[in-house]
């Protein structure tokens, strides 16, 4: 189950989207009163209401807004269960000033916004002992081994308990909450909402997620990066297994750069079955596989690991990927595929991960490949471990080649008016391939148009690479028109005129 929490300083507003979510599904609504601009009317949010509330009254040092007395904020409390209301959330150190009455349920709550305590089992325990129907303790996560900890919290507890971790590191134990034994979760009601760190909203929990269903049986997937909030996998992977109907979840994983072992020391214990892996982890996690496929060693990157008992297996999809796509726009006639890159001359723009699988692929398929970069040590480097050149940054323009590709961020969203090469070096006899997909017209790619450029778009590649993923994934093939209309629609959002 999920609840929703609703924080507006109208009692108006709050009656209103309180009715618009329980007509749209919500099954509890928390109603925040110490959002509450004026006095709290507790009899206009009660009467009448829709459905199951749980009534908080949050001070400023557990993340809320009450800025009144104590005295007054025990009363508030104290009148919402003589109210009737459902639940109340009452902090740990107060839950002796407010007694039970009724038929009201008591979640005893604890916060911290620093970290997550080491004494999490003797820190339940004390709270169940102030008269718990509930317990709910809400930490911040520092590293990804506090989202086990609370996880192991909650399937062990005696008493119902609500286990989150706070930030993004820890959302994933918000999605997860009802597969190891949480009575609910919590959303926020819209994405400008957000009541705590990491915190997502009911439709995406709902639609995306699909929280409610989650079970012992789902298996898990998901993508390791740092930061990850931006990341479009999740809504592309959720979209294409719930439309091949599969009990599966594709999850939202922060892992910072220096945690990635604690990550891989979790992934048997939160039961994950894949993931795809990006910035910053690449190189490293190559380091964790048992097992990994020529090209990646090759590469020295994998952008994907199966799980498999206790088989760790590498993949790099972006440069299947990128390898498909070029050979399909520059296959010539009567010349064997495998045939069709030799002797033309590739220039990468970038040392990167990406840039990297690339080069690698071009020069496994005999391309000239010459690496330009502005930071030139790094395409030094890339150079002497593929083996091709390097060109001065300043000097990219300069140089005569058939393929050009864009392994930098440059062009991406939010700096779409920016490009990586310049307009009037472009001719109609270039393949042009920028890798970035955010948005798909790029102004590079606006340039290679009028340039009559043949062209490769980030979306192109980026829908193939996660077609193999999900086949990697589940032994499936991947339903790849959805996974290019999706993606698509997120990142060109209609504009309405």
Known sequence: MICVSLGRSRHTRMIGEHKHLVEQGAELVELRLDYVGRAVNLKRLMDNRPGPVVMTVRRRQDGGRWTKSEQDRLMLLRSAIVAGAEYVDIEADIASQIPRYG??????????????????????????????????IATMANSFADNVRMFDLIRNAKLPTIGICMGEIGTITRILANRFGAPFTYATYSTDKKMAPGQLNWKEM???????????????????ADPVAHSYSPLVHNTAFKAEKMNARYLPLRVPQDDLHRFMDSVNKIG?????????????????????????????????????????????????????????????????????LQGVTAMVLGAGGVSRAIAWGLRQRQADVVIASRTEERARLLATEVGCRVVPWEDRHNQKVQLLINGTPVGMHPDVDKSPFNASALNQFMVVFDTVYNPENTLLVKYAKQAQCRIITGIDMFVRQAAYQFKLFTGKDAPAMLLRKTIKQATNPVQLH
Request: with cysteine.
């Open 103 to 136: 038929n009201t349920k008591r979640i005893i709550s604890y916060h911290d916004f620093s970290g997550t305590p080491d004494n999490l089992e003797d820190l339940h325990a004390a709270m169940a002992e102030e008269d718990a129907d509930i317990v709910k």
């Open 206 to 224: 709902t639609n995306l997620y699909d929280v409610k269903n989650i079970n012992a049986e789902t298996e898990l997937f998901g993508v390791i």
């Open 272 to 340: 994950l079955r894949g993931i795809s892996i990006t910035i910053p982890h690449k190189e490293r996690a190559l380091d964790y596989c048992t097992q990994a496929e020529s090209s990646a060693n090759g590469i020295g990157a994998i952008n994907t690991m199966v799980f498999h008992e206790d088989d760790r297996l590498g993949y790099n999809t972006d440069y299947r990927a990128a390898m498909d796509c070029i050979i399909e726009v520059m296959e010539k006639k009567d010349v064997p595929r495998e045939n069709a």
